[in-house]
């Protein structure tokens, strides 16, 4: 049996979210699978364009609905249900978009899910992570019923632009609830990188003392051109807001370069950054467990080294 | 009756540091320290502060697990739940099984809200409040950092990737809550004395209808790839002088 497998588009309305295209390269990764793309939105064309410009995609379908203006997963899932017939895979992202909405398609496929796919082994075996990543799962999965999944986006890279998939209309024909109604979204429009999808991110942790200490970290990551990122510490010491946290509970990251500042290290921010290619960490304690895993370590007072290094960077 | 129906489960405390059986089939949870789920327990203060608050008149705790479950059971009713049910089973049920268990006590309780932690964190799934939603074609509302309940609705702020946002979803609905939700209670000894009077039914899985075990198969647990020891700078010229032989600024 051949792999069909349809990815579940996430985007904002206008632009389409890299976990997308992530998602896609583990679906290139099924063997023998051909993959598709679903675009549910309001308007669809500018994202339609954009998933059907990724690599490796065999069509785009587009279900354009009044309703689908917002990711409501109420809305979404039963018809990514709909559309699921046919395939034998469904992926989405493992973001809060993902998150969301594929436990509930899955639920109304009659199977569990596959959370945070990390690997992928054969058509119906997958690793992925167990007690925050502190244990690797192989599970198999049976072939005779839809394999739902979302996909640990940390672990693969974005399939390149280069496809010209067909986009294709698609009606899922289901009748939609109105119980669940969005209000309103807030977040931060920073202006820097955003930090799920940064290649260079700084953190700070609670030895920062203060928010307004915080201002280092952003001058410094502005100098790199980085994202700001943050312990659970700083985050609950109210240092900076929630969608800062890196780690177990808060955002899990694999950027190219990560500056951990004033962080102990503990399990639940390692688990976050276990795939960032090259960790830096700064720290007055040169017995914080941050540095059995950074690869580059520097002991010392952060408010001199800082400004030391930001002069030095140029 | 207005009544809050939680979801308890028990999971390796998470102060312990896991360890992956020698022979690869799963963690070693032998003689290791077991608590309620934290996201569960902020799932249960909530329903509690939302008894408070004069919105409901019961909480209920249901759990799904061993007979040594009881014992978070009992936590939970010492934290002020009012009534618990367990149903017992020794077999670990995949997410879609647990959901059809919850739907079966939803649907004959019938909670106005039913609150659950946003994943247990021994398999990380954070499926179940999704497909309970599911199952019961009612409102799902994930990753709560805040709630409240007015007349037939509940209007819940969800952490999301890009920030925060804000639903309005009708009762009854399922939720489940984030770490910033609210800070639990700690339990109080005359509470545990109270809370071995109170009512806690033992249920077979078999009365629900659900198989025991999964068609998920276990192929290997296995430890993470471990990180290499780095290297240590001595100060910021080296680091930049690391970084530039990396390449990376």
Redesign the interface.
């Known amino acids: 049996m051949s792999a069909r497998i349809l990815v579940v588009a996430e985007h ?1 309305g206008s632009k389409l979210n890299v976990s997308t295209a992530k998602a896609v390269t583990c679906a290139t990764r099924v063997p023998g699978g051909t993959v598709d793309v679903v675009v549910l939105a309001a308007d669809a064309s500018a994202v339609a364009a954009q998933a059907a410009a990724i690599a490796g995609v065999g069509k785009v379908l587009v279900v354009e609905n009044p309703a689908n203006q917002e990711p ?3 809305v979404y ?1 039963p018809q990514v249900a709909k559309l699921a017939a046919g395939y034998s895979h469904v992926f989405g992202p493992s ?3 993902g ?6 398609v ?3 496929l ?7 796919i990390m690997d992928v082994e054969g058509t119906h ?1 997958f690793k992925r ?14 072939t005779d ?1 839809p394999v739902v999944a979302t996909v640990r986006i940390a672990s693969f890279e974005a399939a390149p632009e280069g496809g010209s998939a067909p986009i294709e209309k698609a009606d899922a024909g289901v009748a939609l ?1 109105s ?10 429009t920073t202006g820097r990188p955003d930090l ?1 999808s940064a290649t260079r991110v700084v953190s700070g942790g609670r030895a920062l003392g203060s928010a307004d200490n915080f201002k280092i970290i952003y001058a410094l990551a502005d100098k ?1 051109g980085a994202a700001v990122g943050a312990s659970r510490a700083a985050v609950d010491a109210g240092y900076v ?3 800062l946290q890196v780690g177990q ?1 808060g ?1 899990i990251i694999a950027p ?2 990560y500056f951990a500042i004033g962080i102990s290290g503990a ?1 639940q921010h390692m688990t976050g950054i ?1 795939d960032a290619r ?3 960490a700064i720290n007055k304690d040169a017995e914080a467990p941050i ?10 007072d952060l408010f001199q ?1 800082l400004p ?2 930001e002069k ?2 140029g | 009756m207005r009544r809050i129906m939680v979801g308890v489960k028990r999971v390796v405390d998470y102060n312990v540091r896991i360890r992956v059986k020698p022979d690869n089939t799963g963690v070693i949870t032998d003689g290791v320290k077991m608590s309620i789920n934290p996201f569960d327990e902020i799932a249960l203060e909530e329903a509690l502060r939302t008894k408070e608050k004069g919105l409901a008149d019961e909480v209920l705790a249901v759990s799904i697990g061993p007979a040594d479950t009881q014992q978070q059971l009992r936590t939970a009713l010492a934290m002020g739940a009012d009534r618990a049910i367990l149903v017992q089973t020794d077999a670990n049920l995949p997410p879609l099984s647990v959901a059809k268990v919850l739907q079966k006590i939803a649907e004959a309780e019938q909670p106005f809200m039913v609150l659950l932690g946003k994943q247990a964190i021994d398999e990380d799934n954070g499926q179940t409040a999704q497909m309970l939603a599911a199952l019961l074609d009612r409102p799902q509302a994930v990753s709560c950092s805040k709630l409240e309940v007015t007349d037939g609705k509940a209007r819940v702020t969800r952490e999301v990737d890009t920030g925060l946002e804000t639903l309005e979803i009708d009762l009854p609905a399922v939720l489940s809550v984030d770490l910033r939700l609210n800070e639990p209670r700690y339990v109080k000894l005359p509470d545990i004395m109270k809370a071995k009077k109170k009512p806690l039914d033992v249920k077979a899985l078999g009365d629900f209808g659900v198989a025991e075990g999964s068609t998920f198969k276990t192929v290997k647990v296995e430890p993470p790839p471990a990180r290499s020891k780095g290297i240590m700078v001595k100060d910021v010229a080296e680091l930049v002088g690391a970084l530039k032989q990396k390449g990376l600024v």
Not at chain 1, 99 to 104: F, N
Not at chain 1, 129 to 142: F, H, K, R
Not at chain 1, 292 to 299: F, K, N, Y
């Open positions: 904002d409501l997963a109420a899932a973001t809060t978009f998150k969301d909405v594929m436990p509930r899955a639920a109304l009659g199977v569990s899910q596959v959370s945070d075996t992570p167990i007690y925050a990543g502190n244990a690797i799962l192989t599970v198999e999965v049976p019923a609830p119980h669940t109604r969005f209000i309103e979204r807030s977040g931060a799920q790199l807001p929630n969608d509970t955002k190219e370069l399990i276990k090259t960790i830096v540095f059995e895993s950074a690869d580059i370590g520097l002991v010392g080294i030391e290094l030095a960077l």
